[in-house]
């Protein structure tokens, strides 16, 4: 079945840098653009990223644009989310979820998510 | 950038009961809007997308209606387990957006 499995999250530093991956699976990954969403603690949703099914193209959220970069290994089945500059208002549960693709709605399919705390 | 406006904040209803969730759009987002529902400690679901269409496996008591800034989500009737947080949002435009959500609590 489709699966997508979030990992990395942790603590870390203001200022500081973390990696969070996204595995996928019961799909065929290179058709579909990729999410990433986050939610911080209490509240509601943002939408953080997107990436294009080849990783061609990218748009961001402004709160993360210039310190997050999303990417994608279609080789590996897996996205990613790098996250820089970190500062404390990005500490939320962070979801990879799958784009669009014929026949087929976006976000139609959720990892169950991987927290991060920024916190000195 | 295009923001989502869902009222009431909080809904109390009785199971059995008919919900009407709103969303405004600060601009128009053609059909582009979808709903989703999440549960405490669960990622969101997709219930409805494009304004009017059921994902797949959602129940036919939840429906969507609405184009350009003015959208609807109903739950004809409330089950117990449709006691949540609802959100919208849109793809009309990057970068995308989500309301605040409305909770739907038991009365």
């Known amino acids: 079945q489709v699966q997508l499995v979030e990992s990395g999250g942790g603590v870390v530093q203001p200022g500081g840098s973390l990696r969070l991956s996204c595995a996928a699976s019961?799909?065929?990954?290179?058709?579909?653009?990729l999410h990433w969403v986050r939610q911080a603690p209490g509240k509601g949703l943002e939408w953080v990223a997107f990436?294009?099914?080849?990783?061609?193209?990218?748009h961001y959220a402004d709160s993360v644009k210039g310190r997050f970069t999303i990417s994608r290994d279609n080789s590996k089945n897996t996205l990613y989310l790098q996250m820089n500059s970190l500062r404390p208002e990005d500490t939320a549960l962070y979801f990879c979820s799958r784009g669009s693709a014929t026949g087929s709605p976006p976000f139609d399919c959720w990892g169950q998510g991987t927290l991060v705390t920024v916190s000195s | 950038e295009i923001v989502l406006t869902q009222s009431p904040a909080t809904l109390s209803l009785s199971p059995g009961e008919r919900a009407t969730l709103s969303c405004r759009a600060s601009?128009?987002?053609?059909?582009?809007l979808a709903w989703y529902q999440q549960k405490p400690g669960q990622a969101p679901r997709l219930l409805i997308y494009?304004?009017?269409n059921r994902a797949t496996g959602i129940p036919a008591r939840f429906s969507g209606s609405g184009s350009g800034t003015d959208f609807t989500l109903t739950i004809s009737s409330l089950e117990p387990e449709d006691f949540a947080i609802y959100y919208c949002q849109q793809r009309n435009d990057w970068p995308l957006t989500f309301g605040g959500g409305t909770k739907v609590e038991i009365k």
């Open positions: 601009q128009s987002v053609s059909i582009y």
């Open positions: 990436i294009r099914y080849d990783g061609g193209n990218s």
């Open positions: 019961g799909f065929t990954f290179t058709t579909y653009g």
């Open positions: 494009d304004a009017s």
